[in-house]
């Protein structure tokens, strides 16, 4: 049971990962934009403390700056020297915004705002009451050493990336909590699988045995079709009843691996599969070379199985199965319905197949991709909408 | 008759040589213990930008009153409020033109 479990969680389907990545990909999105956005806004705030700060300072300067203003003007034209403070520069600026003396190094000013950074200097804009000289406006100037940016960027890159990470963390289990609903039913499927497929053994096995054993010969024509069909559906659940045993038992098995011949194998298989393909009225396309490969035995059955019960199952009447083997390659075909374009991607899924009006778990194509994926064996799908579907396997 | 044309040409010299700010203003206020340079720089206190003590002035002239004065109560009820003066816009303008450009403070700081 704990290698059941084992299993279900370890494996996440294509689809699961694919909102798994989906969330989280929104989820830090999402946070980036909260975390840069508090970053700014503080940011914003200490600026504004810190000009604020400098305000109480400048606003005395501009007193004391205007007070020599006032007494220049009164004795303007005899005297002419703008007055000067070694602990700022300052400029005054008519109503209409003209420069009437500026000893500023930053020579754009910005009326709208009282105090301002710009340029590693800050301004401090005072409209005055009285027009000394005819300025309107007094402007200082003080440099900004902009120790206290340095200090706040590194604090803000600090905090904000310690909460990235919480909340990362964070995410990482909202996450699993996200996938927990999707992975708790594929659990509960997979533990009814396992114990209903104890069951089925033995009374296939009977079924399957006795019908080998019936004597054909003796029968009445409408009872050996009957017959026939019986075959038919008792091979189909027990195709079906290979893959659960192999995903539910044999496949922590150790591989047996060994040469196989797999022409010889190929024709084992169709032949087992007769009775179904004589159901549909199909007709077999083969080209198969000489080939062999190294792998377990039960394991390549499993593939070619599925792979040709596929190819029938889904096959229109009196369609053409095709086969082509040739050393290093093994290709499948039908004449059937095809697989949309949007669900090619899923095919190989567990659970899922890709036309809903067949029956079947949809668990066989997952069963070959994960072997094929264990012997590095490539497979590439070609599907048309009603032309049909070509399975390719390399190696 | 030649003496006559003479002497008009000598006189229009005379009165054309001088601006037209020397012309209309100077001589009326030379009576006044506050000086045109001290008025200008009553407008610039109240008035800041060229274009507006220009305005200012220009109003003024024109209809000079008590509630508009930039010169103190004392100073109008010694010396009363002016007459309306009676130049036409154009020698106005250049008048008060020339004054500002004789008082104003740009580019006369350092």
């Known amino acids: 049971m704990s290698a059941l479990k084992n299993r279900a969680t370890s494996s996440l389907l294509k689809s699961e990962t694919k909102s798994l990545q989906r969330f989280l990909s929104l989820y830090i999105l999402l946070v980036m934009m909260v975390i840069s956005t508090l970053g700014v806004l503080y940011y914003q705030a200490h600026k504004e403390l810190m000009l604020s700060a400098q305000r109480a300072e400048l606003v005395k300067y ?50 709208t705002q009282e105090i301002y950074l710009k340029d ?46 919480l909340f990362l963390f964070f995410g990482y289990f909202l996450a699993k909590l996200f996938v927990k609903p999707m992975r708790d039913s594929i659990m509960l499927l997979d533990r009814f699988i396992k114990d209903t497929t104890h069951e089925l053994n033995t009374p296939l096995s009977a079924i399957l045995a006795n019908i080998e054993m019936m004597d054909t010969d003796v029968m009445v024509e409408k009872n050996r079709k009957k017959l026939n069909r019986i075959n038919i559906a008792a091979k189909t659940v027990s195709i079906l009843y290979q893959d659960l045993t192999y995903l539910t038992l044999e496949q922590e098995r150790e591989n047996e691996n060994e040469k196989i011949d797999i022409a010889e194998l190929l024709y084992d298989r169709i032949e087992y599969f007769k009775v179904l393909v004589e159901s549909k009225a199909l007709d077999y ?25 596929n190819a029938i199952k889904y096959n229109k009447r009196k369609g053409i199965v095709g086969i082509r083997l040739r050393e290093g390659s093994l290709e499948i075909w039908d004449t059937g319905v095809g697989i949309p374009e949007e669900k090619r991607a899923f095919i190989f899924d567990r659970y899922r197949r890709f036309n809903e009006s067949e029956g079947g ?9 994960r072997i094929l994926d264990e012997y590095g064996i490539r497979i590439e799908v070609f599907s048309e909408k009603d032309k049909g579907t070509r399975m390719v396997l390399k190696w | 008759m030649v003496k006559k044309l003479f002497m008009l040409l000598a006189l229009s010299i005379g009165v054309f040589a001088e601006n037209a700010y020397e012309r209309n203003c100077v001589p009326c206020h030379r009576e006044l213990p506050t000086d045109l340079q001290g008025m200008f720089k009553n407008y610039l206190l109240v008035y800041s930008g060229e274009e507006t003590v220009k305005a200012a002035l220009r109003h003024y002239m024109r209809y000079p009153s008590k509630h508009i004065s930039v010169m103190s109560d004392l100073f109008i009820d010694t010396y009363g409020i002016k007459e309306t003066l009676q130049i036409s816009d154009q020698e106005l303008k ?17």
């Open chain 1, 285 to 309: 396309e083969m080209d198969i070379n000489h080939a062999e490969i190294v792998m377990d035995r039960r394991k390549l059955t499993r593939v070619i199985d599925n792979l040709l019960s």
């Open chain 1, 120 to 165: 590693g200097v800050i301004h401090f804009v005072k409209s005055m009451d009285i027009f000394y000289l005819g300025a309107k406006y007094l402007i200082l100037e003080i440099e900004d050493d902009g120790a206290w940016h340095k200090h706040l960027i590194k604090k803000i890159l600090g905090y904000g990336t310690a909460a990235f990470f």
């Open chain 2, 94 to 110: 250049e008048a008060i033109d020339l004054y500002w450009e004789k008082y104003k403070v740009f580019g006369k700081l350092n």
């Open chain 1, 62 to 111: 501009a007193y004391i700056q205007t007070k020599r203003l006032k007494v220049l003007h009164h004795f303007f034209d005899d005297q002419r020297t703008y007055p000067r403070d070694p602990r700022f520069r300052s400029a005054i600026y008519d109503i209409e915004y003209k420069e009437i003396f500026s000893l500023l190094k930053n020579r754009s000013v910005d009326f």
């Open chain 1, 361 to 369: 778990f949809g668990i066989g194509l997952s069963i070959v991709k």
